[in-house]
């Protein structure tokens, strides 16, 4: 039998080029087409309803062109998204500082299913189907924690049927189940779209920048707008803004001890003061302790993975433990902002008589919780109040959802699952853990080994914090720890791409291509 002439490669590999630039070309037409659509509209509402939301939908509009022509643009959005715009409008002395919308609805489309930041997750998953499906490429890959991701998922659906079976409030139930959601889609989407090493420098440069703007707002809050008056301000800022600024001094951390990407260093030590000064305002005491874990965590794995490091690591650690317990022995009684860390460190273990109230109101809840627990072995279900053997007192006014989601975050997760999702909940997480242990050993790019060594770590800081401060609900925490396990997912494909030649790729591509067509 005759065989079939070989096409050289450079040919194959041209033309291959050729049709995926007129696949793509087309389907960005279609996109646009899409927009032009949707401007008459937009000028519509603009005047029936005002011109300022005119302005935020071109604004919308501009980033829907991005996403359509480029994917990764909407990542990068989200991200900016996660780091800057509160869950909650940012309230100083009680009046609204700024309207964002993009946790919230504007009034008057309040009560829709889905928030804004949903919408957006969810166009550009569209877009990005839309892309692989006219390159005839795979629409979505899932990675190795896609099965923990889909087995804790299954155990959410299973208690969102029977939360709605045993008369949980509709509404309730969806507000509690989004965290989850946003955390699984968060990861599918820094898997999917996160390719290369600069996508990574360049979130991790977001990170830097974002806590420096937000860490700039905070100095702003506490020294001009309170005058530096904190005694009728438990917080400043949102609860979870701390623990963005912890993950920042993190970083810096694990810059100086592993790798030194001096551009990004210098960076992150010009915003530290303005971080530690904020952070220390803001006042939330868990986030003192996950970071002091979380260095821990990173201290270890840095052991592990660099062996010649090891004497400066010991003797750093030495001078960090000395240093540290001199601070805290000399500040930790003082009721100034100065002692404000070595207070919070203490009182974890020793509660100030001052924070009676905050203490025993967590220790009420978690009491009840637990309560929960034994009379639901099989879990709750969603959308039901939990039981109070022991009644808290009445802060409706304050927190509208207080005896639907608690403080203890970790808890609600086994309230509302039960054993068996409670479970799945801690082995996502040990999967999480372990895939980036191994990971980070594996590595040989000093970078993206930090990088590993990071993730893990702030997965720790995580739960910590989830035991106290409302942590798995906070929408932007979860797509953030979302994000970064998506990344860390990616981070040996990336340095296996890019320690091979872009033109040894192309052609091996090409080569698989003509042998699939002539087999």
Not at 202 to 217: D, E, M, N, T, Y
Not at 294 to 302: P, Q, R, S, T
Request: proline share 5%; charged share 15%.
């Amino acid at each position: 039998m005759k065989s079939m002439p070989v096409l050289p490669t450079y040919l194959s590999a041209s033309t291959l080029a050729k049709e995926q630039k007129r696949n793509d070309m087309l389907l960005s037409i279609g996109m646009y087409i899409l927009v032009l659509i949707a401007t008459p509209l937009l000028v519509y509402i603009g005047v029936k309803i005002g011109f300022s939301y005119l302005l935020g939908g071109l604004a919308v509009l501009a980033i829907i062109g991005s996403i359509s022509t480029w994917p990764v643009t909407g990542f990068f959005v989200v991200v900016t998204c996660t780091l800057l715009i509160e869950q909650d409008p940012l309230t100083i002395n009680g009046v609204p500082a700024y309207f964002a919308y993009v946790f919230y609805w504007p009034p008057r489309f309040t009560g829709l299913v889905e928030r804004p930041i949903g919408f957006l997750i969810l166009f550009i998953f569209f877009v990005l189907i839309c892309h692989r499906f006219v390159r005839r490429e795979r629409l979505l890959y899932g990675g190795g924690l896609f099965w923990p991701f889909l087995i804790f998922m299954l155990c959410v659906v299973y208690g969102v049927v029977h939360g709605i079976i045993s008369g949980g409030d509709f509404k309730i139930i969806v507000l509690e189940v989004r965290p989850f959601e946003y955390l699984f889609l968060a990861y599918l989407l820094a898997y999917n779209l996160v390719g290369s090493k600069k996508h990574i420098r360049l979130f991790f440069w977001l990170v830097i920048i974002c806590a420096g703007i937000k860490s700039l707002q905070g100095v702003y809050i506490y020294a001009i707008a309170l005058h530096g008056d904190l005694a009728d301000n438990h917080q400043i800022m949102a609860h979870e803004e701390s623990f963005f600024f912890v993950a920042l001094l993190l970083l810096i951390v694990l810059f100086s001890m592993h790798y030194r990407y001096r551009a990004q260093l210098y960076t992150a030590l010009a915003i530290m003061p303005f971080t530690v000064i904020a952070t220390v305002a803001n006042q939330r005491r868990a986030d003192y302790v996950a970071l002091l874990v979380g260095v821990a965590v990173a201290w270890i794995l840095v052991f592990v993975v660099k062996p010649k490091a090891r004497k400066g690591l010991v003797i750093g650690m030495v001078v960090f433990l000395i240093l540290g317990s001199a601070y805290v022995a000399a500040f930790y009684k003082s009721t100034g902002s100065l002692g404000e860390p070595a207070h919070a460190v203490v009182s974890v273990f020793h509660p100030d008589p001052t924070e009676e109230a905050s203490n025993l109101y967590r220790y009420i809840e978690d009491y009840d919780l637990k309560f929960t627990v034994r009379q639901y072995p099989m879990g709750m279900g969603f959308g039901k109040e939990f039981l109070q053997p022991i009644p808290l007192p009445n802060i409706l006014v304050l927190d509208p959802y207080y005896l639907y989601i608690p403080h203890n975050t970790i808890y609600w997760v086994w309230m509302r699952l039960g054993p068996i999702g409670y479970a799945a909940f801690w082995y996502l997480i040990g999967a999480m853990i372990v895939y980036g242990c191994m990971i980070a050993r594996r590595l040989k790019d000093q970078y993206l080994q930090m990088v590993a060594i990071f993730i893990v770590s702030v997965i720790f800081m995580e739960v910590v914090v989830a035991y106290a401060d409302y942590q798995l609900f906070f929408y932007r925490n979860v797509i953030y720890i979302g994000m970064l396990v998506g990344i860390l997912m990616r981070l040996l494909a990336i340095e296996k791409k890019e320690s091979t030649p872009e033109h040894e790729d192309t052609r091996s591509s090409a080569q698989l291509t003509l042998s699939h067509r002539r087999s």
